[in-house]
């Protein structure tokens, strides 16, 4: 019985989650990072990986101050050098981008979309889009894609049909200083079949009924299935309709929700489900550029991940679907600090390698009793977001999270995203990052790290189940064994 144990657990073992260890070096992904005096303030990015080549990488990222502009930074040897690309400006158009996006599309061509920004109040004037076929170095005139007020332009491309790109955005009727001065502003999407040349009409993703939307962003599964995940504020009117007027304080004391709509029909009809209808708000924030709830596919499985207050600090929670995001578990708290201890875990970042591993990136103030210095932090998952494997740093040291764009009023802004990409061997991160700046300078760079994953021997197919197999029989024969041989009693003669 011993040795059908021993097989069923050498078939089970070899099984093991790989171990992972962050590879040396932070190195800044933007060029102004080294420059002495420069303190422009690079956030928000996000990465994506070619499809086509493994080796070419691209990093968008906007830019808050001295000005707003946005950047893009492209990689064709793995990350290990870079280059910052111009992006070409809209003629007719004020010299002010902002909010970039960047995707791959299954054929290998890079899009790169932007707002550009007008007026001394700085409202989008419309969204663009740009096509590169050469990893980068050049990059296409700017096509029109979306007139005046987008907000919160995210731009994603099909994992399977080459051309077919998607775009949500939230559709604003009127905005004040740091405020949309109404209600009803709906997360939107449309579709390109031909690589951005045209595009269909816009349809609404949000519900009507849901006053106070922001965040949306778009993940498409393997079948054909879309998914939307966004906040709903609900009541929120201190941040959605600027009642804090930027300042810093506690957060809204009410709930807000967190939801996802699914669309089997490619963008045409759109069904809302409640992922978590009672999300504790942990922060402030400006409603232009809110924090983004994170969201991946992996077939039909869905993750979902956001920042929650209910253990009285900001912890990191995962939400799970197996049924194509018809229902979800109820939420796994990924960060492994001690619940309650004061220190704030937010901005989760999800990736999902090929092989099904689950990575999420976050910001991590563990080791600051005062809750002000950030480090970056990297847990994995082998069994569908269920249990995590034992955190990496990314970061090789912490920095302030208190400088950034709106420093000067207690509200600091550190972007609203990381950026992640997970293969099989490899998981690769990048951040806003505040080491080379102060609280006057406001300067930001784009941070970037290596999680390298090892690769066990596995046994798998027709060998582990023949194991398993021989191991339940040995079990079985043990075990009949020891019935067998257990000693009978007997009287003994007096």
């Known amino acids: 019985m011993l040795l059908g144990a021993g097989l069923v657990s050498i078939s089970t073992a070899f099984q093991a989650a790989p171990s992972s260890v962050r590879v040396p070096g932070n190195d800044p992904g933007n060029a102004s990072a080294g420059i002495p005096g420069d303190i422009t303030a690079h956030n928000s990015p996000t990465v994506v990986r070619n499809p086509r080549n493994g080796d070419e990488l691209a990093v968008a990222n906007r830019i808050d101050t001295p000005r707003f502009s946005c950047a893009l930074h492209v990689s064709s040897d793995g990350g290990a050098t870079w280059r910052q690309p111009p992006i070409p400006a809209p003629k007719g158009e004020e010299p002010k981008c902002y909010a970039p996006d960047v995707a791959y599309g299954a054929d290998g061509t ?92 816009g349809v609404r993703v949000s519900d009507a009924a849901r006053p106070r939307v922001v965040a949306g962003s778009l993940a498409p599964g393997s079948d054909g299935v879309l998914h939307v995940i966004y906040l709903d504020l609900a009541d929120d009117r201190l941040d959605h309709e600027g009642g804090h007027e930027g300042e810093g304080g506690p957060p809204f004391a009410g709930r807000w929700k967190l939801v996802l709509s699914r669309s089997t029909d490619g963008g045409q009809t759109w069904r809302e489900r409640v992922v978590e209808e009672r999300l504790v708000p942990t922060e402030r924030f400006v409603v232009f550029i809110p924090p983004y709830p994170s969201l991946a596919v ?68 563990r080791r600051d009793p005062a809750n002000t210095r950030n480090e970056v932090s990297l847990r994995s998952s082998f069994d569908q977001g269920r249990t995590f494997t034992r955190r990496v740093d990314l970061a090789e040291r912490s920095f302030d999270a208190r400088i950034g764009f709106g420093s000067e009023r207690g509200l600091p802004d550190l972007g609203s995203r990381l950026g992640l990409v997970a293969t099989e061997s490899a998981a690769f991160a990048v951040w806003t990052d505040t080491r080379a700046g102060t609280p006057a300078s406001s300067k930001q760079d784009i941070a970037r790290a290596v999680v390298a994953f090892s690769q066990p021997a596995r046994l798998s197919g027709p060998v582990e189940y023949a194991l398993r197999i021989v191991g339940v029989l040995f079990a079985i024969a043990g075990l009949a064994s020891l019935v067998r041989a257990r000693p009978r009693t007997r009287r003994i003669p007096a």
């Open 110 to 201: 890079l899009y790169v979309s932007f707002v550009t920004l007008q007026g001394t109040g700085n409202e989008p004037s419309a969204a663009w889009l740009s096509r590169s076929t050469d990893g980068g170095r050049t990059l296409s005139t700017p096509a029109k894609i979306l007139g005046p007020l987008s907000f919160q332009v995210r731009l994603v491309a099909d994992p399977s049909r080459p051309k077919r790109l998607f775009v949500t955005w939230l559709a604003v009727s009127e905005v004040g200083l740091f405020r949309f001065t109404s209600t009803g502003n709906p997360v939107m999407f449309k579709r390109s079949d031909d690589g951005g040349a045209t595009w269909s009409s």
């Open 298 to 365: 992996d077939g039909r499985r869905v993750y979902a991940a956001f920042q929650d207050g209910r253990s009285g600090d900001a912890d990191v929670l995962l939400w799970a679907s197996e049924d194509a995001g018809t229902t979800f578990a109820p939420p796994v708290r990924v960060n492994d600090t001690p619940p309650g201890d004061g220190t704030s875990q937010y901005l989760p970042k999800l990736a999902v390698a090929p092989d099904g591993r689950l990575d999420v990136a976050y910001y991590d103030r």
